[in-house]
């Protein structure tokens, strides 16, 4: 089963991003994030969202 979620710094990696950058990008409402319980998961959804944007956008 594939992966349905990642913590900031699992998503920091996934991405080639510094921590500080996915809180920014989460921050600004540039990357969609859900919390449960007091962790902030992003989603892979969210993530190719993101990206996909992010191309569409160059």
Request: a positive charge; proline letters at 2%; charged letters at 20%.
């Amino acid at each position: 089963m594939d992966r349905l979620c990642y913590t900031v710094p699992q998503a920091s990696q996934a991405m080639a991003l510094s921590q500080t950058a996915i809180w920014g990008l989460i921050s600004r409402g540039e990357l969609k994030s859900i919390k449960i319980g007091k962790r902030r998961l992003i989603t892979a959804e969210a993530l190719q969202e993101f990206i996909a944007g992010k191309q569409d956008a160059a």
